[in-house]
């Protein structure tokens, strides 16, 4: 069945940077889209970033856009988000996603990760 | 970007009450609209897609309907695993974006 498991929160200053991993596993990660979205605590879902299959494309969030870097390896079925100059209001769980595949095509996301919490606190 | 607008906030119903959530675009989505469902804790699951299509596995009891700017999710009859929190999300355009969340608390 397939599995995604981010790893990578924690504690992190601010203006500091952090980098996630999410480890995919069940399924054909070369033929997959990859997203980042996080939650606030008891807040709301956003959707912060989208790499296609091959990284051939990203798309960014604009509240993002420039700090963060979404990549992925898919060697070893791993997609990353890098995060710089990290603020307060990053302060989150952060999922990955796998866009939708079969009857339901395209940027919905069909299996989300357990969520990793990052804390930007000095 | 487009704003999903979701109402109400909280509703509030018994197990085998009608549940009728509301979610509003700023601009048309076509029916580029997909339905979540969040519990205390959990990841968010998919309930509904393409506005209304159900996903592998979940029960008949939630539909959607709607195209453009308004769109429906109904569950016919809760359930006592219901109650929660439901996201709606478009796909329609970069960015993409959710809406603000509707909780369906026991009352």
């Known amino acids: 069945q397939v599995h995604l498991v981010e790893s990578g929160g924690g504690v992190v200053q601010p203006g500091r940077s952090l980098t996630l991993s999410c480890a995919a596993s069940?399924?054909?990660?070369?033929?997959?889209?990859m997203h980042w979205v996080r939650q606030p605590p008891g807040k709301g879902l956003e959707w912060l970033a989208v790499?296609?299959?091959?990284?051939?494309?990203?798309y960014y969030a604009d509240s993002v856009q420039g700090r963060f870097t979404i990549s992925r390896d898919n060697s070893k079925n791993t997609l990353f988000l890098q995060m710089d100059s990290l603020r307060a209001e990053d302060t989150a769980v952060y999922y990955c996603?796998?866009?939708?595949?079969?009857?339901?095509?395209?940027?919905?996301?069909?299996?989300w990760g357990q969520g990793t919490l990052v804390t930007v606190s000095s | 970007e487009i704003v999903l607008t979701q109402s109400p906030a909280t509703l509030s119903l018994s197990p085998g009450e009608r549940a009728t959530l509301s979610c509003r675009a700023s601009q048309s989505v076509s029916s580029f609209l997909a339905w979540y469902q969040q519990k205390p804790g959990q990841a968010p699951r998919l309930l509904i897609y393409d506005a209304s299509n159900r996903a592998t596995g979940i029960p008949a009891r939630f539909s959607g309907s709607g195209s453009g700017t308004d769109f429906t999710l109904t569950i016919s009859s809760l359930e006592p695993e219901d109650f929660a929190v439901y996201y709606c999300?478009?796909?329609?355009?970069?960015?993409?974006?959710f809406g603000g969340g509707t909780k369906v608390e026991i009352q």
């Open positions: 996603a796998r866009s939708c595949a079969g009857d339901c095509f395209g940027a919905f996301f069909d299996y």
């Open positions: 999300q478009q796909r329609s355009d970069w960015p993409l974006t």
């Open positions: 069940g399924f054909t990660f070369t033929n997959s889209g």
């Open positions: 790499i296609w299959h091959d990284g051939s494309t990203k």
